[in-house]
């Protein structure tokens, strides 16, 4: 082994695919990561961690294309082990996992040394339920200070610690005590291949020949919107097809006309419906083309065709948004909205035009609750508690008499009221290889060798174990004072 730092990379065939039939932002990213690290990283070998043995010659696959064409990556030797095999993850340092879910990772690690290795996460949408429960796991799980959490952005970093605030806030109500995560949680954000969009942007035939197949004249326009053609999970057309429109209508004949390509995959029938219904009501002066996104020529070619680039998310769910980043690379302006990740990317007024957004003020998705609520059987118990009247109150209302106004943690159920809780790629790849390394260096070796119990005696414990410690003595004092001991009111 060699003193370079590391990391053996969890694999899962689709979590690394962006040619899949229906594709998603976190396969891209997850492609872009791996092309990114066996091009650039300065390690000895390529190490993968595959659930299954029908994972490895995938893996060895997806290598030998990247390093296709380069002897020095080719003579680099790829090996492949199983979760279990946490002794060749320790002689590699770091386990790199394209998701959030260290925890499970930790708590297998825990048979070998907490000191071993470290584990080095990644963040996508942080919104879904899964997630948000991943998230909190950091907060009470056996994980170090010498791992680590990538944020691909400022937003999704200030949306996790707000998140894990929440249940910390909950669990020092609840036991007593308000624990903190250890791991490390840098800003990296996801990279993508310059040199290939640069060449994809400026593909002269591919441009001209796109351009025909639509109908697009040398004095058109051509707006591009590239991604996922769902109005609930990635953006609602109707803004972007409203000012298109208008674009059409300002500028008039004499300016050519506007032409919006819109590359992407549908999710269902009821969405192409809805996007083609919406095209011919909003923005009738526009011509509106829809394009396969799962074809590469015709995915590749909306690059070189198009003059401007448009995304304008409005979706919780868009932790960073790579196209923006693509759209730059292949040289066209972009116009995004003034949201999430995309604040991070684009430059208002040099690299791009940031939409203003606006949010409801809080308070106002009650009857958006109890509309999906009462959709869902597993909900309708709540939904039913919620339209009820509790002394003037809804139940859902966290807030007492009095209040000021609304909580942003869960509320104690102490008989006075019920509450519920509320829920250059260079150097982009230069930062995550440089992580393992540092994550190594906060490592301290164990005097004691494998075994948490070695750990704790040699008084190595981290701060969430302390925590769990506090906690379970809350726990031993409560049933104390349950069987005899004084009496105590309230309680979370």
Not at 121 to 142: A, D, F, Q
Not at 246 to 255: C, D, I, M, T, Y
Not at 436 to 444: D, F, I, M, N, V
Request: charged share 25%.
């Amino acid at each position: 082994m060699s003193g370079r730092a590391n990391a053996a990379i969890l694999f899962e065939p689709s979590a690394f695919d962006a040619d899949r039939k229906k594709v998603m932002g976190r396969n891209v990213a997850g492609a872009s990561f791996l092309e990114g690290f066996v091009r650039h990283a300065e390690v000895d070998r390529y190490v993968g961690i595959g659930y299954r043995e029908s994972y490895a010659p995938e893996f060895r696959r997806q290598i030998g294309a990247i390093a296709a064409g380069r002897p020095e990556l080719a003579a680099r030797p790829v090996e492949v082990f199983t979760p279990r095999d946490v002794r060749q993850m320790a002689a590699v340092g770091t386990l790199f996992i394209p998701d959030p879910q260290l925890t499970s990772f930790a708590t297998s690690r825990r048979q070998l040394d907490q000191r071993g290795y470290s584990l080095c996460g990644v963040t996508h949408t942080i919104s879904s339920l899964k997630v948000m429960e991943v998230l909190c796991e950091l907060l009470t799980g056996p994980v170090q200070s010498w791992d680590a959490l990538i944020c691909t952005s400022r937003s999704v970093r200030d949306a996790v610690l707000r998140q894990q605030e929440h249940y910390a806030d909950y669990l020092s109500q609840r036991l007593g005590v308000r624990p903190t995560s250890p791991v490390q949680m840098p800003v990296i954000p996801l990279g993508v291949d310059t040199d290939r969009f640069a060449r994809l942007g400026g593909d002269a035939e591919a441009r001209a020949s796109l351009r025909r197949r639509i109908g697009a004249e040398d004095g058109d326009t051509v707006v591009l919107f590239f991604g996922r053609l769902a109005f609930h999970a990635k953006a609602h057309p109707v803004p972007m097809y409203l000012g298109a429109q208008r674009a059409a209508r300002r500028l008039g004949p004499g300016h050519g006309r506007i032409h919006l390509v819109q590359t992407g995959q549908f999710p269902n029938q009821v969405a192409e419906d809805g996007y083609r219904g919406g095209a011919q009501r909003y923005c009738p002066d526009v011509a509106v083309h829809f394009l396969d996104g799962s074809d590469r020529a015709l995915s590749d070619a909306s690059w070189a065709a198009a003059d401007v680039f448009v995304t304008l998310s409005d979706n919780i769910q868009e932790s960073f948004g790579i196209t923006p980043v693509e759209a730059m690379a292949a040289g066209l302006p972009c116009l995004v909205s003034d949201w999430d990740g995309y604040r991070d990317t684009v430059v208002d007024g040099e690299t791009g035009i940031r939409v203003p957004t606006w949010l409801p003020v809080p308070g106002c998705g009650a009857a958006l609750a109890d509309a999906y609520a009462a959709d869902k059987p597993e909900l309708r118990s709540l939904h039913r508690l919620r339209q009820s009247d509790d002394g003037g109150r809804r139940a859902g209302d966290s807030r007492r008499p009095g209040d000021a106004g609304p909580r942003s943690r869960p509320a104690a159920a102490d008989g006075r009221g019920r509450s519920a809780p509320r829920a250059s790629p260079v150097r982009l790849v230069d930062d995550r290889a440089r992580l393992p390394g540092s994550l190594g260096r906060t490592r301290r070796p164990s005097p004691f060798g494998a075994g948490v119990g070695a750990a704790v005696l040699a008084g190595s414990e981290s701060a969430t174990d302390r925590s769990v410690r506090r906690v379970r003595r809350a726990r031993r004092r409560r049933a104390r004072g349950r069987c005899g001991g004084p009496a105590r009111s309230g309680g979370a």
